[in-house]
Each structure stands twice: as structure tokens, then as C-alpha cells.
């Protein structure tokens, strides 16, 4: 699945340089890595960010995504989609991400009031 020698040199780059030393995660880096188009670059770093930052670090982690599931299925049970089940669920989950994202809620309500209403449904 990764390329050991070419991740192992991928890295050693990424550890040298200081503007990713300022990185404070995996998620930070990520986004630092898609924000620059650095994908093809650091093509096995980026793989290898995107496994560690869908595995959930700690049990205690995983029972928190399925009680905010649980929480936003109660809520809007009748009434949505698996689709919207999963997005809503991603977006409470990631909510600290999120609020990292500028201007996030008026891209949202923009990308929405420019969609025709058979779109939606």
C-alpha cells in the first residue's frame, strides 16, 4: 500500500524543512499539504495522513461519533437521507476543523441558495 523508501524520504523532507515543523498534527499537515497542491510531491506522506486521520486514536473517540450520530439521527429521523446522515455527522464530529474554515457557514447558505429546489430534494 505505501512505498516504504519513498515515504521514508518524503518524511525525512517534511522533518527538515521548518515551515511543517510549525505544524501542530496530522490534520494541520494535511491540509497544508492539499492548500499548497503538494499531493503528488509528498504523494506516500499524503496517503499516510489521510489513513491517520480517519482512524480514530482511542476508543473513547469512536463512542463519541456514534452518540453525536445517534444524537443528529433522533433529531432529523424522518426526514433525511443516508447522504445528509453522513454529512450532518461528519460536520458535528469535525466541528473544531470546521471553525478553522473561513467564512464556512455563508460558502454553505451561498452553495445552497444557488442550487434549483429539485436539486436539494
Given at each position: ?35 499548497n497542491n503538494l499531493q503528488t ?79 436539494l430534494i
Amino acid at each position: 500500500m505505501l512505498q516504504k523508501d519513498r515515504l521514508k524520504t518524503e518524511l525525512g523532507v517534511i522533518y527538515r524543512r521548518s515551515h511543517f515543523r510549525n505544524m501542530t498534527g496530522a490534520i494541520s499537515l494535511l491540509q497544508f499539504i492539499i492548500e499548497n497542491n503538494l499531493q503528488t510531491t509528498f504523494s506516500e506522506a499524503y496517503k499516510l495522513l489521510l489513513i491517520i486521520v480517519t482512524i480514530p486514536m482511542t476508543t473513547a473517540e469512536a463512542e463519541r461519533c456514534f452518540s453525536t450520530l445517534k444524537r443528529v439521527k433522533t433529531f432529523l429521523r424522518r426526514t433525511m437521507s443516508e447522504d445528509r446522515l453522513t454529512a450532518l455527522a461528519m460536520l458535528s464530529i469535525e466541528k473544531r476543523m470546521i471553525k478553522d474554515i473561513p467564512k464556512f457557514n455563508e460558502n454553505v447558505i451561498d452553495l445552497f441558495a444557488s442550487k434549483k429546489t429539485d436539486e436539494l430534494i
